[in-house]
């Protein structure tokens, strides 16, 4: 299995810089997952990574609807990188991103035999799962979520009839609904299973990072193509975005968020340098320091601060040279990251 410290630890920094380019945008995420071809192919254009889409992330304010799309998936062929064929790997994946990104829906896909374009409506929870390839080949926790029976079913929130019937009349591609079958109770259906479960946890009209919709759809790898997957896979994200409101995505103002700024200067700095930001509102912040690998290298500040302009000092002290990443983290306004440059 491919180290953490060459993937996993990338995802913040890549979420960052594209964070940092549309964060006054204040647009919401939807995020998409892939599990084995063609699914990650098939959302290869909303991928920010560029050895996995050379063309270049396309999922900016995605075709004027008001969110952004980011998809994650394993190296095709390889499946390395993120979301390997392992449970434990997957978990931490899963949880790493949706911390970062706070997604206002989740779509998942993965591939199966014989399915065309299979829209599933459960995922359970439970104790025992087919083996994956990596020892321990169970999940851990098993079942992975304590707060419901085993065995327990979640429902996928999912537009899942207007996605069935707009693949099957825009595509080629012949979409059907699951009401009451199972994603075969392998990584499909852990995945499956954590984006239902994820959008039950901030499933509240008063959550800051409300989750509206959340389910996985299994294509069938031998009985379509990759570009009918393309095909099929844009009409429905198509459809699940026409069922979200802007208004209720992860921040609590988008207009608030515009006004938002991150500066950091002198930049370069040798031995000190000033972070200057204005927070429309009070409230708690975090203001994080990351190389250009994604680690963490020290947390600048973790508290509350009041509304209005704020002026940071921050003494660069044991870093050593190189490109850096600032994250600015608020409780009511989103993320906005800089790149700082430290010299010697």
Request: net charge neutral.
């Amino acid at each position: 299995m491919m180290k953490k410290t060459s993937v996993l630890t990338v995802i913040t920094s890549i979420i960052c810089i594209y964070a940092a380019a549309n964060a006054e945008k204040g647009r919401p995420v939807v995020m998409l997952t892939g599990f084995w071809n063609p699914t990650g192919l098939m959302i290869a254009q909303f991928c920010t990574d560029a050895s996995l889409n050379p063309g270049g992330w396309q999922g900016g304010n995605w075709e004027n609807y008001g969110f952004d799309v980011y998809s994650f998936f394993p190296e095709p062929g390889t499946y390395t990188g993120l979301f390997e064929v392992d449970y434990q790997d997957t978990w931490e994946d899963f949880w790493k991103i949706t911390d970062s990104l706070h997604p206002a829906a989740i779509i998942s896909f993965g591939a199966a035999r014989p399915a065309s374009w299979e829209i599933e409506n459960n995922a359970r929870n439970l104790k025992t799962w087919q083996n994956d390839y990596e020892i321990p080949r169970q999940p851990t926790p098993a079942p992975p979520d304590s707060t419901v029976a085993v065995n327990y079913a979640r429902h996928s929130t999912l537009p899942v009839q207007k996605i069935a019937d707009a693949v099957n009349s825009q595509t080629t591609v012949k979409a059907v609904i699951d009401w009451n079958g199972n994603p075969q109770s392998f990584l499909c259906e852990y995945m499956a299973y954590l984006g239902m479960w994820y959008k039950a946890k901030h499933d509240s009209a008063n959550d800051p990072f409300r989750c509206q919709a959340a389910g996985f759809i299994h294509v069938g790898d031998s009985l379509i193509t990759l570009t009918q997957a393309k095909q099929a896979a844009l009409v429905s994200i198509r459809e699940v975005l026409k069922t979200l409101t802007v208004s209720d995505a992860p921040v609590s103002d988008v207009k608030t968020r515009d006004k938002i700024s991150l500066v950091n200067y002198p930049n370069p700095s040798g031995s000190a340098m000033i972070i200057a930001f204005s927070l429309p509102a009070a409230q708690h912040i975090t203001l994080t320091l990351y190389d250009i690998q994604g680690r963490k290298t020290g947390v600048i500040l973790n508290g509350r601060l009041n509304s209005g302009k704020q002026h940071i000092e921050w003494k660069t002290g044991s870093a050593v040279s190189g490109v850096y990443l600032c994250r600015l983290e608020t409780q009511k306004n989103g993320i906005i990251c800089s790149k700082v440059t430290i010299v010697e």
